[in-house]
């Protein structure tokens, strides 16, 4: 901070990535905001505990300007965005359901990298994250942490370095019947084995979570990138999924039922983005505009495939044929349990579309589309998205339909 100035320089905090003519804030908040709170939910929010504990030191500083590393320096509407830090943070970290630590190494192998994906899979579920540098806490604060925390995921360490010696306090920390683990690979050829710090765990009697992300070839793909995220949704959804049930028993079931008699289509959805190839069954889809023609697409927001249906993302949606064998078959496929990575396509008879997706051939027609818009529509996301192109691949063929016995499941 300079004193004289009274200007906060800063690297992640309070940045953004958006770039214009100016070097300030001058186009707004309305303008900015959207940035700015997506570059909070992707860096910042599984840090949220330290970013309340950074604002309450700067607190009595005569703040007029922020220097940011990212985006545009914060003058025009510094107290606004000052506040959205605060409110994000306070709601991030507020106790509303399971929580997971995250420890990772400054400074080593991809291991920031790999535990900022992992930790915004699981903020993507609403589960609360708290990570901590392994170089840089200490013992009271493991066993703070570790007490507050029921699962407990870390990167590799160095061999013989302060953060190994840390995840030795962690693991007098923990208790059997209270914690969970998932150990992480920092990719860096230095680090401690993942099946050594994988054992130890074992051999405590601390049960495994996930089985540990370990990369075994070089150079790292962005499907190995994405894996991770994936990882953190696996377990996101795994550790919400009893509180969302008990909300759907809580219910009106006669509405419940009511609601399920809505129809629907069935579809395969795909998309290749940065080198990443995905696909899901979907049904929560609907015509949505005839000039110019555009669709929504419903995806749950701990859905592995939501980093790829964004703003600005194509996807391909795949018809399928209702009464055809070879619509069960791709519908077995998609639907089976897939570990963090696996590509999803591997086996299916597929072309590659204009827009990089995947166009099915068991599929009686396709749509390809880009997502030019998003609601935030509670435990999902509701896509706009322009139909850019499509084919009939069967004339004749009736798009198979997808009934319900209620609302509260797909």
């Keep these: 901070f300079d004193h004289r100035t009274g200007t906060l320089f800063t690297c992640d905090a309070f940045g953004m990535h958006y770039c214009s003519d100016h070097p300030e804030d001058v186009e707004g908040v309305k303008e900015l905001l959207p940035h700015y709170a997506t570059y909070y939910d992707c860096l910042m929010k599984p840090n949220a505990r330290s970013v309340l504990t950074a604002l309450g030191k700067i607190g009595h500083f005569d703040l007029k300007m922020v220097a940011t590393g990212h985006g545009p320096m914060l003058s025009e509407n510094l107290e606004s965005f000052l506040e959205y830090y605060k409110s994000w943070s306070e709601k991030a970290t507020a106790k509303i359901g399971p929580s997971v630590a995250v420890f990772w190494v400054s400074r080593f192998g991809e291991s920031e990298r790999l535990a900022q994906l992992f930790a915004h899979g699981l903020t993507s579920c609403s589960v609360n994250v708290e990570m901590h540098d392994l170089n840089a806490v200490d013992a009271l604060e493991i066993t703070e942490c570790v007490g507050r925390n029921e699962i407990i995921a870390f990167t590799a360490p160095p061999a013989e370095s302060q953060a190994a010696i840390n995840i030795g306090s962690i693991l007098a920390n923990l208790k059997p019947k209270k914690h969970q683990f998932m150990v992480l690979d920092s990719c860096?050829?230095?680090?401690?084995?993942?099946?050594?710090?994988?054992?130890?765990?074992?051999?405590?009697?601390?049960?495994?979570?996930?089985?540990?992300?370990?990369?075994?070839?070089?150079?790292?793909?962005?499907?190995?990138?994405?894996?991770?995220?994936?990882?953190?949704?696996?377990?996101?959804?795994?550790?919400?999924?009893?509180?969302k049930a008990k909300a759907a028993k809580s219910q009106d079931k006669d509405l419940s039922k009511a609601l399920g008699r809505v129809a629907s289509s069935l579809y395969i959805v795909t998309a290749k983005k940065a080198g990443v190839r995905h696909a899901m069954v979907a049904s929560w889809v609907t015509p949505a505009s005839s000039k110019p023609l555009g669709v929504s697409l419903t995806i749950a927001k701990e859905r592995a495939m939501e980093p790829l249906l964004r703003i600005g993302d194509s996807f391909t949606l795949n018809l399928l044929e209702e009464g055809k064998p070879q619509t069960l078959a791709v519908m077995k496929h998609f639907l089976q349990r897939f570990a963090p990575g696996v590509d999803r396509l591997e086996g299916v008879d597929h072309i590659e579309g204009s827009n990089g997706a995947a166009v099915l051939r068991s599929a009686c027609a396709y749509l390809e589309c880009k997502i030019v818009s998003r609601m935030d529509a509670a435990d999902h996301w509701v896509g706009y998205a322009e139909v850019l192109g499509g084919d009939v691949a069967r004339s004749s063929a009736t798009a198979a339909v997808h009934h319900r016995k209620v609302g509260t499941y797909y």
Excluded: C, W, Y
Aim: hydrophobic content about 40%.
């Design 188 to 243: 860096e050829d230095s680090q401690e084995p993942v099946a050594l710090l994988r054992s130890r765990m074992l051999e405590a009697n601390i049960p495994e979570v996930l089985p540990a992300m370990e990369v075994k070839n070089r150079p790292i793909t962005a499907q190995v990138f994405h894996s991770f995220e994936e990882a953190g949704m696996q377990i996101g959804k795994k550790i919400t999924q009893k509180n």
